[in-house]
């Protein structure tokens, strides 16, 4: 049985929206296939792991060194993007595009929220919004219709100075995948097109800093997916990350490793070792070791290899391995100078993880609070400075921050959307705009953008 690292309460059932929400949206699926609604063109150790969690970085790791046989290419199970292991290596190709800017937070300025605006959000002083793209209509300025369900996203700086929002689509039935929205430098609207199709349940991901999108499949028999932002290159499963319910991942751009969480009651969190670094330095996702955290009473954690990570036998990644931590609903993840942040929606927190120190600490605790400013903890994303943004699923619909003090600071709260969440927030890369989706708005979804003082350049 697993362990847990916290307290009792967190033995509950653990029943989420989203949950029920995939057994109605197998006839909507199959209602919209039938209709043709969709108008979408839509980050080694060995067999005990390792038991430090702290790896010092070392130099890379020489490429196309062999991985475990888990790791091996397989046929896709779903009909999506083709499987990449060793035997048939994979790789997207560098891009020389600009540094973002050097930036200091504004976020812990920001003052209350003030009434709704034509949008129906409420923002503080100094903020305004506007829509980017609705789910089933054309994005304007574009031919091409915006996906159902806007999930997980991030940003990307594009050659000419402009930057691109990627954004998952968590419909089942290969009817999933990832749309992208492409600004100019002026933030015109210049492009939108999909980078993934054919896929199911893309609910999180992560982006790579070699500007790739790992965008993560929500079932029992879910892959991560990397795709091109730019839309250049077909998409290629990663089969080493794993087989089971993926959420969101992380990339420790020092040590080459890959963190990922897993939405179950009793689900893990994982992190990639890689057989291999690419030429650059980065994580080689053909081959490696996936591995459990095993979380004791004081916080340290220690990880253990997984025998069976391609889940073919009967048991799931998240049973393999008896001694490890079971968390109640993993959620976003992201990490930021030296720290992994990651949610559990099943009981309201936050989590820091010190790679370096090897420990797990809580950051935000809501189930504890007599009144939580946060509610349905979800994805996240950290700005440059280190304010930890949450999203909620349900609760207030709200994006909240928390700030490195521990305050929590409402940024923007949608109105009149019930039975939604808030879904992919990520900043443009002047900080200045923030993109994110409710995700069940009553036309499917819609994706926002604010602008405003989030952030002033140094």
Same mark, same amino acid.
């Given at each position: 049985?697993?362990?847990?690292?916290?307290?009792?309460?967190?033995?509950?059932?653990?029943?989420?929206?989203?949950?029920?929400?995939?057994?109605?949206?197998?006839? #909507?699926?199959?209602?919209?296939?039938? $209709?043709?609604? #969709?108008?979408?063109?839509?980050?080694?150790?060995?067999?005990?792991?390792?038991?430090?969690?702290? *790896?010092?970085?070392?130099?890379?790791?020489?490429?196309?060194?062999?991985?475990?046989?888990?790791?091996?290419?397989?046929?896709?199970?779903?009909?999506?993007?083709?499987?990449?292991?060793?035997?048939?290596?994979?790789?997207?190709?560098?891009?020389?595009?600009?540094?973002?800017?050097a930036?200091?937070?504004?976020?812990?300025?920001?003052?209350?929220?003030?009434?709704?605006?034509?949008?129906? #959000?409420?923002?503080?002083?100094?903020?305004?919004?506007?829509? &980017?793209?609705?789910?089933?209509?054309?994005?304007?300025?574009?031919?091409?219709?915006?996906?159902?369900?806007?999930?997980?996203?991030?940003?990307?700086?594009? %050659?000419?100075?402009?930057?691109?929002?990627?954004?998952?689509?968590?419909?089942? #039935?290969?009817?999933?995948?990832?749309?992208?929205?492409?600004?100019?430098?002026?933030?015109?609207?210049?492009?939108?097109?999909?980078?993934?199709e054919?896929?199911?349940?893309?609910?999180?991901?992560?982006?790579?800093?070699?500007?790739?999108?790992?965008?993560?499949?929500?079932?029992?028999?879910?892959?991560?997916?990397?795709?091109?932002?730019?839309?250049?290159?077909?998409?290629v499963?990663?089969?080493?990350?794993?087989?089971?319910?993926?959420?969101?991942?992380?990339?420790?751009?020092? $040590?080459?490793?890959v963190?990922?969480?897993?939405?179950?009651?009793?689900?893990?969190?994982?992190?990639?070792?890689?057989?291999? $670094?690419?030429? *650059?330095?980065?994580?080689?996702?053909?081959?490696?070791?996936?591995?459990?955290?095993?979380?004791d009473? !004081?916080?340290?954690?220690?990880?253990?290899?997984?025998?069976?990570?391609?889940? !073919?036998?009967?048991?799931?990644?998240?049973?393999?391995?008896?001694?490890? !931590?079971?968390? *109640?609903?993993?959620?976003g &993840?992201?990490?930021?100078?030296?720290?992994?942040?990651?949610?559990?929606?099943g009981?309201?927190?936050?989590?820091?993880?010190?790679?370096?120190?090897?420990?797990?600490?809580?950051?935000?605790?809501?189930?504890?609070?007599a009144?939580?400013?946060?509610?349905?903890?979800?994805?996240?994303?950290?700005?440059?400075?280190?304010?930890?943004?949450?999203?909620?699923?349900?609760?207030?619909?709200?994006?909240?921050?928390?700030?490195?003090?521990?305050?929590?600071?409402?940024l923007?709260?949608?109105?009149?959307?019930?039975?939604?969440? &808030?879904?992919?927030?990520?900043?443009?890369?002047?900080? !200045?705009?923030?993109?994110?989706?409710?995700?069940?708005?009553?036309?499917?979804?819609?994706?926002?953008?604010?602008?405003?003082?989030?952030? %002033?350049?140094?």
């Open positions: 049985m697993s362990s847990s690292p916290s307290d009792p309460r967190d033995a509950r059932p653990f029943v989420t929206r989203r949950s029920v929400l995939r057994g109605g949206l197998a006839g #909507l699926a199959a209602a919209m296939a039938s $209709r043709s609604w #969709l108008g979408c063109d839509d980050s080694s150790s060995g067999p005990g792991g390792s038991t430090d969690g702290g *790896d010092a970085a070392g130099p890379p790791l020489d490429v196309g060194v062999g991985g475990d046989a888990g790791a091996d290419a397989t046929s896709p199970p779903d009909g999506g993007p083709p499987d990449a292991g060793p035997a048939e290596r994979t790789y997207f190709p560098a891009r020389t595009l600009p540094a973002r800017p930036l200091r937070s504004r976020i812990a300025d920001i003052g209350p929220l003030g009434d709704p605006d034509e949008n129906g #959000l409420r923002l503080p002083a100094g903020f305004r919004s506007r829509v &980017i793209a609705r789910s089933m209509q054309v994005v304007p300025g574009t031919s091409h219709a915006w996906h159902i369900l806007p999930d997980g996203g991030a940003t990307y700086i594009t %050659e000419d100075g402009g930057w691109i929002y990627v954004s998952n689509s968590e419909m089942v #039935l290969n009817m999933g995948g990832v749309g992208a929205v492409r600004f100019d430098s002026s933030a015109n609207v210049v492009a939108a097109y999909a980078i993934l054919g896929t199911n349940a893309n609910c999180a991901g992560g982006p790579t800093p070699w500007h790739t999108w790992l965008s993560c499949e929500e079932t029992g028999i879910g892959r991560v997916h990397e795709c091109d932002p730019w839309g250049e290159h077909e998409a499963a990663r089969p080493a990350l794993g087989v089971f319910k993926h959420e969101a991942a992380a990339i420790d751009p020092v $040590r080459a490793h963190y990922m969480t897993e939405d179950e009651g009793d689900g893990c969190f994982y992190r990639f070792v890689p057989s291999a $670094r690419t030429p *650059d330095g980065h994580p080689d996702l053909h081959a490696g070791a996936l591995e459990v955290a095993v979380v009473a !004081t916080g340290a954690v220690t990880w253990r290899a997984l025998p069976d990570p391609q889940s !073919t036998g009967d048991a799931p990644t998240r049973d393999q391995v008896p001694e490890s !931590t079971a968390f *109640d609903g993993g959620e &993840i992201w990490y930021h100078d030296g720290v992994v942040y990651f949610s559990t929606k009981d309201n927190r936050v989590w820091r993880y010190d790679v370096e120190e090897a420990r797990l600490t809580i950051l935000y605790d809501g189930d504890a609070m009144d939580p400013p946060l509610r349905g903890v979800d994805n996240l994303t950290v700005s440059c400075c280190g304010d930890v943004l949450v999203a909620e699923d349900g609760g207030s619909m709200q994006v909240v921050a928390i700030l490195p003090g521990g305050e929590a600071r409402p923007v709260q949608v109105i009149g959307h019930e039975g939604s969440e &808030i879904t992919g927030p990520a900043f443009d890369p002047s900080g !200045t705009r923030l993109y994110f989706s409710s995700q069940r708005s009553s036309d499917g979804g819609t994706t926002f953008e604010i602008e405003g003082p989030f952030h %002033e350049p140094i």
